[in-house]
């Protein structure tokens, strides 16, 4: 039986990774825990071990292709689904529905009531956490009003196209103004400017010590909103942890164009180059890159470009995830993210 | 926020009055109410129509003559016999007719003249009076062969019989008919409940179509409890359902009262004279309530079920036709239960939960024992319970599910499911 010993975020030390960023993390306690979640839906295994350490106050992704697990991990720690091993702590219970009012949550399929108002879509939202149904409806217009819809609020779900629900039941998602947020592919569905208000949107909640969770297939967003993430594949999570640590395990690359194509100096690039074009591509040596220009420029390589430049982390997803998962995300959303 | 703030989820009937409050509002102010204040009206027209329709055709087709072919006089005779009869029997009498006054000598074959098959002539009288030869249907003759009798012995007699008057003296009721209005409450009472409970049972179930086509279902999954859903599900629709009834019970008291509807004949029967339940009037109307209720909570709880464990809309409708059809028979056999009191049939109708609500109602308009209506609405209460708690967590076990299903097996049931049309949500 698996059982939590820690209450603070403890990541393992990297090299890479700042002193100030480690102690800030250290004095964190953990919104959400995990430790060994498996799920299986008639003998199918659909999570397979999954361990989770979310910061209170983070924004913190959940990577991965479809299928790989993100929404059953999210709904064992919402408490929809029940967990068939493992254990979660959730804002420091370990049966979430103890802290249910405190938590948010948009799942990936959306839905509203047709028939209802959009003030008081959000007012039902606020009830189901506990939010007495009028202060919901108050809140429910001043949320509208604050994120330029008031002008929306008398009108039916049916009436409002498909980005202004969503953007309802996001609002619905907040009303009751919830400790931790959990929302499964929020990007999903959104044009490039819904994106960016949502962006700014989750920015403001982390600003204010709300914790933000949320999957996505799209790299962009959590390379843009995240410093912690969680890359799954096939059920597991082969990395969690800091953005920055993900980068940092793979070398920067080094872009280099050249004059000659050929001569002494291709001696000095290392054996894992590749020419692609006009261009080689390597990482960057363990020695640096001072004594690879020595070696170009008494190579006579003819130096026309050369750039150094820091793993991005879709090559990080690429680096742990696998490229078959790296090329599920792609082939799902090749243009999503892209602002 | 404090440790003084509520953190956990809202209690079970907290949350069920949040979803019952917002079905509620939803239903009251939709057009599906209107019909459904309408929805008796449905059954009371086109059973009405279908009455009067087969009476208008059992008449048409069941006004048989009986004719009479015998000497002239004697054909006189047995038709004035037979109108002097009719005053004191009516309806018991068949209607006689003259075929044919015979010369004397002339013979006729009455087979013949019904092999003919003209006109409405479904028996044929010959021979004399004394004598009179009745060729019909076995089962016509055996019908009439008593009244004919009666005739011929009217037409033979010189004078008319001087038939003694017979004074009356009413009574309200008798044994017999105690019992039998008894029974007549009991099947009026299980077929208006069973009607109602269709008609909330299958709007519960559109409730619940409602949010798995609006795929508001998870939300509420993630926020309260299944089971808060579902019993917020069935107050709200006991709720439209108690306004419909007060509308309706408005609308025949404003009848009577500005109207001036005779309450005496209203629905065709008089109502001072309704024969009193086993338990009594104002028992029979609480309990009628309480088995209402009980009946409408064990089977909205099922379709509920059946509601929420189908994967998509057009399962839903799929499975919903079964167990409307598995609804009736229910109701059937609790009213085939009416005829075996105390008997194997009633007390299996009283112990399956589906049918108890029924049975005991039955059992209460006929009968005038009162304690065990107190097991069974426990025992049904019971079911209630774990009904709705099954309900729930099938839901979670089967519909929460992401990600790659396994390859389902493919039974005969499953593939009829499945062949329906793509889902439309």
């Keep these: 039986m698996l059982a939590f010993t820690r209450a603070v975020y403890r990541r393992p030390v990297d090299a890479a ?10 004095a964190r306690p953990l919104a959400v825990e995990a430790r060994g979640l498996v799920k299986r839906f008639d003998g199918t295994l ?56 405190l938590i948010g949550y948009l799942p990936e399929e959306r839905g509203l009531y047709p028939s209802m108002k959009a003030y008081e ?55 009751h103004e919830p400790k931790l947020v959990i929302l499964d592919e929020p990007f999903a569905g959104l044009d490039a400017i819904n994106q960016g208000k949502l962006e700014q949107l989750i920015r403001a909640l982390a600003a204010k010590g709300t914790t933000v969770i949320f999957s996505t297939h799209v790299i962009a967003h959590a390379e843009r909103l995240c410093e912690n993430v969680a890359i799954i594949a096939g059920g597991k999570v082969p990395y969690a942890g800091s953005v920055e640590v993900a980068r940092d395990r793979i070398p920067p690359q080094v872009r280099l164009e050249t004059r000659e194509g050929d001569g002494p100096w291709r001696a000095a690039l290392p054996a894992d180059a590749r020419h692609e074009g006009a261009f080689w591509y390597f990482p960057l040596p363990e020695s640096g890159i001072e004594p690879l220009l020595r070696a170009l420029i008494e190579g006579e390589a ?25 090329r599920a995300l792609e082939q799902e959303s090749p243009v999503e993210g892209q602002r | 926020m404090t440790d003084a703030v509520p953190k956990s989820r809202l209690p079970l009937w907290q ?107 479904a028996a044929v009288v010959t021979g004399t009076p004394a004598h009179p030869v009745l060729t019909a249907t076995a089962e016509r003759a055996g019908q009439w062969q008593g009244a004919i009798a009666l005739i011929a012995a009217n037409a033979m007699a010189k004078t008319n019989p001087a038939y003694p008057v017979v004074e009356t003296a009413s009574v309200t009721t008798s044994g017999a008919s105690e019992r039998v209005g008894r029974v007549h409450t009991a099947q009026a009472s299980l077929t208006l409940m069973f009607i109602v409970t269709v008609f909330l049972t299958g709007m519960v179930m559109s409730t619940l179509i409602e949010e798995k086509a609006n795929k508001i279902i998870e939300i509420l999954a993630a926020a309260i409890p299944m089971d808060a859903v579902f019993f917020g599900k069935l107050f709200a629709m006991f709720l439209v359902s108690m306004v419909g009834i007060a509308v309706w019970v408005t609308a025949i008291a404003g009848l009577i009262g500005f109207a001036g509807l005779n309450p005496t004949v209203l629905g065709g ?19 009628a309530v309480v088995y209402f209720t009980m009946n409408y909570l064990i089977i909205g709880s099922v379709f509920l079920t059946i509601g929420s464990i189908a994967a998509t809309v057009r399962e839903v409708q799929t499975l919903s036709m079964p167990a409307t059809m598995a609804q009736i028979v229910v109701f059937f056999v609790a009213t085939l239960a009416l005829a075996d009191p105390g008997g194997p049939m009633e007390l299996a109708a009283i112990a399956f939960p589906l049918s108890s609500p029924y049975a005991m109602l039955a059992r209460a308009a006929v009968q005038e024992s009162l304690w065990p209506h107190l097991p069974a609405i426990g025992w049904q209460a019971l079911w209630v319970v774990l009904f709705i708690r099954g309900g729930a967590s099938l839901f979670r076990k089967r519909v929460m599910k992401s990600g790659p299903q396994p390859a389902k097996r493919k039974g005969p049931f499953r593939r009829a499911v499945a062949q329906g049309a793509p889902d439309p949500v």
Aim: no cysteine; charged share 20%.
């Design chain 1, 121 to 175: 879509a959000i007012a039902f939202m606020g009830a189901l956490r506990g939010l007495p149904l009028e202060e919901g409806r108050e809140r429910g217009r001043a949320l509208l009003e604050a994120q330029d819809l008031g002008y929306a609020a008398q009108r039916h779900i049916r009436q409002l196209s498909k980005g202004m629900a969503q953007q309802v039941q996001l609002l619905g998602t907040l009303v």
């Design chain 1, 46 to 101: 659909a999570v397979a071990g999954i361990d989770l350490e979310v910061p209170e106050g983070a924004i913190y992704g959940v990577l991965g292709p479809n299928g790989a697990g993100k929404t059953t991990t999210l709904r064992m720690l919402l408490g929809i689904i029940e967990p068939d091993e493992g254990v979660r702590r959730v804002l420091g219970h370990e049966r979430p529905q103890d802290v249910a009012r």
């Design chain 2, 15 to 121: 949350a069920a009055w949040v979803i019952a409050r917002r079905d509620f509002v939803s239903i009251l102010f939709s057009r599906y109410f209107i019909f459904f204040l309408l929805g008796p009206l449905f059954p009371l027209v086109v059973g009405t129509l279908a009455a009067g329709i087969g009476q208008r055709v059992q008449d048409a087709t069941t006004q048989n003559d009986v004719a009479v072919a015998m000497a002239p006089a004697d054909v006189d005779a047995m038709l004035r016999a037979h109108d002097e009869l009719v005053p004191m029997l009516g309806p018991n009498l068949p209607h006689l007719v003259a075929l044919k006054r015979l010369s004397p000598g002339e013979t006729f074959d009455p087979k013949a003249a019904l092999s003919g098959r003209k006109g409405d002539i």
């Design chain 1, 302 to 326: 003819g130096i026309l470009s050369l750039s150094i430049e820091r793993a991005g982390l879709h090559d990080a997803f690429v680096a742990i995830a696998g490229t078959a998962a790296a």
């Design chain 1, 17 to 26: 990774l700042g002193q100030a960023e480690i102690n800030r993390n250290l």
């Design chain 2, 269 to 287: 029967f008089d109502v001072h004279n309704l024969p009193t339940p086993g338990v009594g009037w104002p028992l029979y109307l609480g309990l």
